[in-house]
């Protein structure tokens, strides 16, 4: 299989991986499925083995780096890599993995939230999806030949409509919480100047009724 060949794959790849991921997220489906305590966790893992034809069209490609960190950039790359690793740790003090995950719900013990409940943990009042700002950290800060380069660009351009999509959601449940929320605190890129305090944060998620 020539290397055209292989990109033209990876990209019908993740696009239609991108169309099913949204597809299965999207509220019309999960409500269809809503007698059902295990469809989160089977969305996470379709996601997962979903990846893995994308990671074997990748062992395929044969080109040369196009995009490469020489010298000290490689060292600057590399300390941001692992500042966005330690900075996913971090976040992940402020999850529910059981939850998020779905296991809990699929075991039957699932504990019930407030549709309308509103939580801004430490990492967001820095940026509003800081799981997506680390991982894109992570994809940029390193060498790439140009199908990791075209799969860097797909996924990063995902995260910014998915992101959008997201936080009209928020909005519709939220209101104009999520609304200041967001003038506030930055979407992807965090920015030293543009946070809120611990008291702002507290006082948005006091607000338990949307407007």
């Not at 407030?114 to 999806?129: E, F, G, K, Q, T």
């Not at 797909?154 to 104009?176: K, M």
């Not at 200041?180 to 702002?200: D, H």
Request: proline share 7%.
């Amino acid at each position: 299989m020539n290397n055209s060949t292989v990109l033209m794959l990876i990209s019908g790849g993740w696009l239609g991986y991108f169309l099913l991921h949204s597809l299965l997220a999207n509220p019309m489906v999960k409500s269809r499925f809503a007698h059902s305590n295990c469809y989160r966790l089977t969305y996470n893992l379709i996601a997962i083995i979903t990846l893995l034809p994308q990671i074997w069209l990748h062992t395929l490609y044969t080109g040369t780096p196009v995009i490469h960190w020489p010298g000290p950039w490689g060292w600057l790359a590399g300390l941001m890599s692992l500042a966005a690793f330690v900075c996913f740790l971090w976040t992940l003090r402020y999850y529910d993995l059981g939850e998020f995950s779905g296991w809990r719900a699929c075991r039957g013990s699932q504990t019930s939230t407030p549709p309308a409940a509103l939580i801004i943990s430490p990492p967001h009042r820095y940026v509003r999806h800081p799981w997506y700002s680390c991982a894109l950290i992570l994809l940029w800060s390193r060498d790439m030949d140009l199908a990791q380069l075209l799969t860097t660009l797909l996924i990063s351009g995902y995260f910014v409509v998915g992101s959008r999509l997201e936080e009209r959601r928020l909005i519709d449940e939220h209101g104009n919480r999520y609304r200041e929320y967001m003038q506030q605190v930055p979407g992807l890129i965090p920015l030293p100047w543009k946070n809120i305090t611990p008291k702002e944060a507290t006082r948005l998620m006091s607000q338990t009724h949307p407007d």
